[in-house]
Structure formats: C-alpha cells, structure tokens
C-alpha cells in the first residue's frame, strides 16, 4: 500500500510544481466563454424567445463556465506518457518491480488531479453562488445538487482515466500515437458536452451518443447541478458512471494483457 | 590598410542577478539589480591579408565573443573595427557576401535533406553563378573526398562529413575573410588532421585570411604562425607561436610513478610539485640541473616508471592565461 | 527599377526552395503529414459544430443566415489553415531560436533575417483539411447567400484575404519578438493564439466596444472577417478603407520593432 501512496504523492508533487500551467489553462477558458456569452446574447436578442433549445439564457451561460473548466480539470496527459514507456523500454523496468503499472498509473493521476479538483471545485463554488445572488435562475442550485456535483465528478474523472487508459494500449501496436490522442482529445470534448450541451444537437445525434461513455463525463455532471435532471434521474447516471467504468476496467485488462504479450514478444 | 582592424574593441553585457526564493523572486517583480559583465576589454590587433591567425583562452575569455561582433552578429559597447572596410555591426549586404563564419557547434545545413540542397539554397542566397558554383563545388568535395555524400541526407552523415559540408556550404561564395569558431571540436582526431590540411591548402591556394579559435592546441600548431592570447577579454600574448615556446623553455617536467608512497616532504626537494595522486607525481624542475636532480631521485626514490619532458605548449599558454 | 525585380525574384525563389525543401521533409516524416491531417480535421469538427447549433437554431443572427455564418466561418478555416501551414512554426520557433543562438547564422547571411527566420518553416499538411474544408464551405454559403459570382465579389473576397493574411502575420510575430528580451513568450503565445478564435463567429456578434478594440487597436477581426463581410455589403466605407491600409500600418510597425529588437540582440554565450 505505501509505494501507491508513494505514487500519489508524485502525481501530487507533480501537479503542485506546474501549479502555474494550470492556472495559465483555466485563464484560457476566458476567450471561448466570451465568445459563447456574445452568440447566446445575439441569439436570444435576434429570438425574442426566453429558450433556445431548451434552455434559457442564464442556463446557458452556466453550463457554458461548467463546461469549460469541467474538461480542463477531466483531462488526462498520462498516455503520452506511457506511450514513451513502451518506445523507450521503460515499461520493462516495472514488470519486475514489485508495483503494477496500472496501479502506478492511476495513483499518481489521482494524486495529480486532487489539488486540481479542490482548486476548480472551489473557483465553480465562487461562480455558482455569486451567479444565483445577482441574477435570477430560472432552477435554483441548490446545496443537495452542489454536493451531489462534488461527488459525481470525481467519478467522471476516473471514467475518462479508464478511456485514456484503454487508449493508451494503442502505443502497443503502433510506433507513433500523438496525432491519434490529440484528435480523440478534440473529438471527445465535443462528445462529452465539452463545448456545448449535448442535447441541442437533437435525437439523431444523442441516439448515437447515448450508447458512448463520453456524455457521463461532462454533460451529465453539469446536468446534476443546473437542474435540469430529477434526482432519480442522477442516480441512474451515477449508476451508468459505474456501469462504464466496470466495462473500461475490463476492456484496459484485455487489451493491456494483449499489449503486453506483444511488448514482450517484440522485445521491449 | 590592414584586412581586420580592431582598436579598443569592447563590449559588455548587463544581466539581471538571478536571486532564489519565494521571497526574492516576489522581491525581484518589482525591483531586479541589474549587473554587468565585461566580456571583452580594449582588445586591438590587426590582421594582414592572407594571414592565419588563432585566437587562444580558456573558457569565456571573449574569443567568441569578439569573433560575433567581427562577423557583425553583436554590436560592441566600445572601440571599433573594420573588416574589409566595413563596420561589421552594419551588417552591409557587400559585407556579408565576402565573408564567411563557421561555428562547430552551430550548423546551417537542413537537418532532413541532402546536404546540396542547402548548397542550392546557399547559392541563390550569395548569388552566386551557376559556373562558379558548379566549380567551386566541384573542387571543395574532391579536396575533402566528400563528392558521393552529396545526396546523402545531413542527419545520416558522421560529425567528420558533416562538417565538411558545412565547410563547403560556407566556403560557397569565395570568402575573403573567414572565421572559424571551433571548428573542429567533437571530431575525431582524422578528421581533425584533415580539416587542417585542407585549411591549410586553402588558405595558401586563396590568399584568404583566417581567424581561428580553437581548444585544440594542435589546431593552432599546425595552422598559425601568428597566436593571440585572450584571458578574461583581454589581449595577453600577440605574437608567433614560437616565441611562446623560448619563453618556457627552460622548464622540464617529470613524470613519475612510485613504488609505494613517500612522504611528501621527500619530493619537494627535487622541485615544485604540479599533481600528484597516490603514487603519481608531476614535478617541474629547471632544464639545468635537470640532470643532476633525477640522478638523485632515482638514487633516493622507490621508482617504478619515470618520464623526461619539455614543457608543451598548452601548459606554456596556461601559464600565460596566468599572467596578468 | 530592374534591382528590385531582381531581388523580388531571388526572394520569390528561395521561399520557392523553402517550399520544396518542407516537401522533401514531410515525406521523410509521413506519420506527421497524416498526423498533422488529422488533428486539423478534429479542429474543423470543433468549428462546425458552432455552425451546427447555429443552424439548429434556425434563426438569423443580428441579420446573419445560418448560410452567411457559414461563409464566415469557412473563411476562418482557410485562415487557420493559412496560418498554421506558413506562419505558426517559424514563429513559435523564433524564441528558440534567440535563446540558443542559432539565430547567429542568420544574422551573417546576405538577406534579410526577418524574411529566413518568419517564413522559413513551412507544413503542408495542417493546410490541406483546412483549405480543402474552408473552401466548401465557402461555396456552400456563398451559393446560398445568394451572393452574385462576379470579377468585383471574387477580386474584392480574396484581395481581403491576403490583407488578412498580412495582418496575421504582423499581429502574431510581435509577441514572439519580446523574447529578445528574455521573456518567457510560451504563456504569451497560447493567449495571443486564442485571440484568433475570436473569429470563430461573426465579429457582428460582440458588443461595440469590442468591436472597436478588435479592429483598431488589436486588430483581430481583420483576420477574417472582412472578406465576407465585404460579400454581405457589411462594410462602411471606412472601414474598407482601413481594411487595406491597416495591414500595412502593422507590416510598418513589426519592422520597426523588429530592427529596435535585433539591436537588443545578444547572441547566447556558448
């Protein structure tokens, strides 16, 4: 137990020494979210209506910040990571230490996005708060939906480290992987409701995204707090997060158990 | 007139001091002291037209530096100079095009392309003619056996081929003037041997001038008649290499090796001692009585090897980079 | 007269070199060509699907057509591809370049350094998606803009986005510049980067004081937004007059600051 703890503590370090990075990325959530507030503004001015696909203009703009900051903080790194462990052989080093990598992996990520979720928790808390007491919100963001946001994006996160994980494996059978991380990486955020809410694409597309993970990692969590989901509603969610993450446990220990007989098949 | 003139030549250079700390570097947002370093001091000399001349000194003494404001890449903070007749600093187009610098550690040819590419873009760059440059290539590779290696990639060439192309793509446009900034540092020693002779040949063949640095000694042997000395950015020594030599020539080092160790009292007395290990000693004793004084060591010493050596050229600049 | 015919050809004929040499390149490292393909088309599905939702919700837009958004944002995905495929290395890799001093050998060569070190670095591959996508695009919404096909549009569109182009240039060097006094430029150049998504949408969206600040004094919308805005009668007189000369005012500007820059220049000690 304490070399994971040990592992931990890396990811932490790790992250508090590129504490700066991080804030400069938050910071850049500023332009897209101007950018969003200007086209709601126009679009609802131009409408006259008080909704646009479903949602009202203080709704919008909420899931807009939420949505910005949520898919820094949900974002992973580590497989380029292990991708230079399987070129460069340094995953030969951990089939004979005494730590999984998997293990590895997931405790210093973990140990990596823990100052990361206190820090956005707190910013969204600021936000949320000061947002309810000046304008009016058409649902009331209640403190039961604050903590049951608090407890549901952890999940998220551990949902999209076991998609980033499963992917990773990639670096098993192909040479080079960036160009393919970073196009999944752009494509995931849309799919996840990274940039605008998932159900204003309308049925065709939720239909298909209905039967992907990518929707439990943002568009839900933000849905658990703007009220837009009954309460049976989020436990069903919650019950889907898991549901996903047990399927992408199983699917990272076949394709990492694949990899790896390739791995060494091929001599590290 | 002179091809290089320096007089005065200095520059400095300001910095911030670099403090650490939480608390300094939140002191240094709104305050930074800010220091100055003077890399080269007064330096003058001149340089006469088909000459080659070595630029010797330890480590950040300002050979490159003073070879970067010669080719026009700094500005100076003092003094002047003129080469060919211009003020390098001007960085004139006409200037540029008869002159040449070649840096060891900095390479102008493209990485993922044969290296006639570069010689191509070269070309249109200094403008020159497709005949010359159809002649110049032509002679360049087959003095430095370099003609198959055109097409070859940069990056699957040896350091010793790369540098040759780097030496043709510099050499392209017929330099008057050429600098040579470590020209030959990482090679092997072949290659080492060949670069010279080729320097050597081109500089007799052309009539161009040379300034070269280098921290091979045998780099400067073999190609200057003419040496200056620079420590801490200042001339120390402007001369022939030769004269160097009489001035430390009547100091003899010993090498030699003990047996089982002595006390240390023991050595002293046959003269200074320079390094010594455990049972390793370097001693430096005057040529004179040389002879006399390992007579009585390998009298009174449990000696198990020993050499007999002038003082070499490199030890002898050392001991000029002293001076001052 | 004949001089400066001679020069403009030999500069025509080494950026010609340039061309060929990123060629020779790319070829060298096809993954990256595909790579670079692909993660260009993830950014295009971003970018469309603002045009999506703004289709989906059917309505003009401040007197914008979901099909005249189109127009716009095809034009900002020309612009990208333009941009990352001619500019974006070199300028990210100036800093480098001062910090290691290999701008050194540059500096001693008979032509102009601004010209070798901004445009030297060219990746096809980040233009192909882009130019190929941005132009169907452009198409789609000009045929359903109703907008005539004529010498004056076709003239009018393209000279605005080479202007555009000049703009670019001009407003994304300077920041990179300020590391010929040591700064660290990276935070610098992922902000000033994120400005060019301030065209992902019709600059008509945004309140009037941006509006302003992003056409004078930061001049952002130049980028891409004249080009159809010119197609929709969009612009005032004024302002097309300040379309053309605007990109040559900053082209001055990035000059002068260039030249006072190199003199700040102090070459790595090595």
């Known amino acids: ?268 | ?324 | 007269m004949s001089q400066i015919w001679k020069n403009t050809r030999r500069y025509a004929y080494i950026y010609f070199l340039f061309l060929k040499y990123s060629l020779i390149s790319l070829m060298a490292y096809r993954i990256n060509f595909v790579f670079g393909m692909l993660v260009e088309l993830g950014y295009i599905v971003i970018k469309l699907t603002y045009v999506y939702i703004v289709f989906r919700v059917g309505e003009n837009i401040n007197g914008l057509t979901p099909y005249n958004v189109t127009l716009f944002v095809g034009t900002y995905i020309i612009m990208s591809g333009i941009y990352s495929a001619l500019l974006f290395f070199n300028f990210i890799k100036l800093p480098e370049l001062i910090r290691t001093g290999d701008l050194d050998m540059y500096i001693t060569k008979p032509i102009s350094l601004q010209f070798i070190t901004t445009l030297k670095s060219i990746d096809i591959s980040v233009a192909v998606p882009n130019i190929i996508g941005g132009v169907i695009m452009v198409a789609i919404g000009w045929n359903q803009s109703h907008i005539e096909v004529n010498a004056a549009n076709v003239i009018g569109y393209v000279g605005y986005l080479i202007l555009g182009v000049i703009t670019t240039y001009s407003i994304f060097l300077i920041p990179q510049m300020l590391a010929f006094w040591t700064v660290k430029t990276t935070g610098l150049t992922d902000l000033s980067n994120s400005l060019f998504d301030f065209n992902q949408m019709p600059m008509t969206i945004y309140n009037r004081l941006l509006q302003r600040v992003g056409t004078f004094i930061i001049p952002v919308f130049l980028l891409t937004n004249y080009s159809p805005l010119f197609l929709l009668h969009g612009l005032s007189r004024l302002e097309m007059v300040w379309g053309i000369a605007a990109p040559f005012i900053f082209l001055i500007l990035v000059r002068i600051f260039w030249n006072y820059a190199l003199r700040h220049y102090t070459s790595a000690s090595s």
């Open chain 1, 1 to 268: 137990m304490r070399k994971y703890t040990k592992a931990f503590t890396l990811g932490l370090q790790n992250a508090l020494e590129y504490r700066m990075n991080f804030l400069l990325i938050l910071i850049s959530c500023i332009f897209p979210i101007l950018i969003q507030y200007f086209l709601w503004t126009t679009i609802f001015v131009s409408k006259g209506d008080s909704e646009v696909l479903g949602y009202n203009f203080n709704q919008i703009i909420v899931y807009t910040i939420c949505a910005a900051l949520l898919s820094k903080l949900v974002a992973t790194g580590f497989e380029y990571e292990v991708s230079n462990d399987v070129k460069n052989g340094q995953l030969s080093k951990f089939l004979v230490q005494p730590i999984g990598y998997f293990q590895y992996r997931i405790s210093s990520f973990l140990g990596e996005k823990t100052p990361q979720i206190i820090v956005v928790m707190l910013i969204l808390f600021i936000i949320l708060t000061s947002l309810s007491l000046f304008i009016h919100m058409e649902t009331e963001i209640t403190l039961a939906r604050m903590l049951m946001f608090f407890l549901v994006v952890p999940i998220s996160i551990l949902l999209n480290f076991f998609i980033s994980y499963c992917l990773s494996t990639l670096s098993f059978w192909l040479l080079e992987v960036w160009g393919i991380y970073h196009t999944f990486g752009l494509l995931s955020s849309i799919a996840s409701g990274g940039i605008f809410p998932l159900d204003m694409f309308g049925a065709t597309i939720n239909r298909i995204l209905d039967f992907l993970p990518f929707k439990y990692i943002v568009f839900f969590p933000i849905n658990v707090i703007n009220g837009k989901l009954p309460w049976d509603g989020i436990m069903s969610g919650v019950l889907m997060q898991f549901t996903w993450i047990f399927v992408l446990f199983l699917l990272s220990k076949l394709l990492w158990y694949k990899g790896m007989q390739r791995f060494e098949s091929v001599g590290g």
């Open chain 2, 1 to 324: 007139m002179s091809i290089i003139e320096v007089n005065n030549l200095s520059k400095q250079f300001s910095y911030y001091k670099k403090e650490l700390g939480l608390k300094s570097s939140i002191k240094s947002l709104f305050h930074r002291e800010l220091l100055y370093k003077q890399a080269v001091k007064d330096v003058s000399f001149t340089v006469e037209e088909g000459e080659i001349v070595g630029f010797l000194g330890p480590n950040g003494a300002g050979k490159t530096t003073t070879l970067k404001m010669l080719s026009g890449i700094i500005y100076p903070t003092g003094g002047s100079a003129s080469v060919l007749g211009f003020k390098p600093w001007e960085r004139k187009k006409n200037f540029k095009q008869q002159f040449a610098i070649v840096m060891g550690q900095k390479n102008q040819l493209w990485w993922d392309l044969p290296a006639n590419e570069s010689l191509q873009l070269n070309k249109c760059i200094y403008e020159v003619s497709d005949h010359d440059f159809a002649m110049t290539i032509g002679e360049l590779t087959e003095l430095l056996d370099v003609k198959d290696l055109l097409k070859v990639q940069v990056r699957k060439l040896s350091l010793g081929e790369r540098m040759k192309m780097e030496l043709i793509a510099a050499l392209l446009h017929k330099p008057k003037v050429i600098f040579l900034d470590e020209p030959t540092i990482g090679l092997d020693i072949l290659s080492q041997k060949n670069i010279r002779a080729f320097f050597k040949y081109y500089n007799q063949q052309n009539k161009v001038t040379i300034v070269l640095t280098s921290h091979y000694m045998n780099d400067i042997i073999d190609l200057c008649k003419r040496t200056i000395v620079i420590n801490e950015g200042s001339v120390v020594y402007d001369d022939d290499l030769a004269n160097i030599n009489a001035m430390l020539e009547e100091k003899k080092i010993a090498t030699v090796t003990l047996l089982n160790s002595v006390n240390k009292d023991d050595l002293l007395r046959y003269g200074k001692i320079k390094e010594h290990g455990e049972l390793e000693f370097t001693l430096e004793m005057n040529k004179e009585n040389s002879q006399q004084i390992i007579k009585s060591m390998l009298e009174n010493l449990p000696i198990a090897d020993f050499t007999l050596e002038d003082i070499s050229i490199e030890e002898g600049i050392a001991a000029l980079y002293q001076t001052r």
